[in-house]
T-cell receptor
Framework: AQSVTQLDSHVSVSEGTPVLLRCNYSSSYSPSLFWYVQHPNKGLQLLLK??????LVKGINGFEAEFKKSETSFHLTKPSAHMSDAAEYFCVVSEGWDSSYKLIFGSGTRLLVRP | NAGVTQTPKFRVLKTGQSMTLLCAQD?????MYWYRQDPGMGLRLIHYSVGEGTTAKGEVPDGYNVSRLKKQNFLLGLESAAPSQTSVYFC????????????FGDGTRLSIL
């Protein structure tokens, strides 16, 4: 069965410093992996997706993630945090064999950015 | 370019009351989903639809019903609301093609007193 574990419920960084949000997944088949961001009182916006092409995926707003099959990880990074990055981030997996394309969500990581 | 629109945005109900949440998408997507979001639990799938006239149960379907009479609309019903259904509800849609993300609405905040 597929599952997603986000290793930190909260991450706090200073503006201008790097961001690392950690995600491990469990999947029995070739998964699709996504990172979504949710700003307060808003819906979820897609940051980036991995779909078995390049293992280093670039997304919007300077974020990127690296798919590491040997470590079953899909960590999200950004070289320099901005105040507008403060939000909740969700790592999400979708099984390749599942024709309903259901998503399994991690429990989320809240990113705080200090001035 | 509306995308996915949810109505209403906020609602307060009394225990036992019924209501319907409406999700509308203008992207001609085949697949539609209803989720609930509770603190510390991410999003959990309630029901979904793979096309007009079809629905299926997700992870937490109890206490909810859905209908997809038109391709662009996906309705979520609560027949007899309970305090445990206090949550934020999100609708999403996606096309029937590989490796496509789901597109989300802005959510409906529902409180059951």
């Amino acid at each position: 069965a597929q599952s997603v574990t986000q290793l930190d419920s909260h991450v706090s960084v200073s503006e201008g410093t790097p961001v690392l949000l950690r995600c491990n997944y469990s999947s029995s088949y070739s998964p699709s992996l996504f990172w979504y961001v949710q700003h307060p009182n808003k819906g979820l916006q897609l940051l980036l997706k991995y779909t078995s092409a390049a293992t280093l995926v670039k997304g919007i707003n300077g974020f990127e993630a690296e798919f590491k099959k040997s470590e079953t990880s899909f960590h999200l990074t950004k070289p320099s945090a901005h105040m507008s990055d403060a939000a909740e981030y969700f790592c999400v997996v979708s099984e390749g064999w599942d024709s309903s394309y259901k998503l399994i969500f991690g429990s989320g990581t809240r990113l705080l950015v200090r001035p | 370019n509306a995308g996915v629109t949810q109505t209403p945005k906020f609602r307060v109900l009394k225990t036992g009351q019924s209501m319907t949440l409406l999700c509308a998408q203008d992207m001609n997507h085949e697949y539609m989903y209803w989720y609930r979001q509770d603190p510390g639990m991410g999003l959990r799938l309630i029901h979904y639809s793979v096309g007009e006239g079809t629905t299926a149960k997700g992870e937490v379907p109890d206490g909810y019903n859905v209908s997809r009479l038109k391709k662009q609309n996906f309705l979520l019903g609560l027949e007899s609301a309970a305090p445990s259904q206090t949550s934020v509800y999100f609708c999403a849609s996606r096309p029937d093609r590989q490796n496509q993300p789901q597109h989300f609405g802005d959510g409906t905040r529902l409180s059951i007193l």
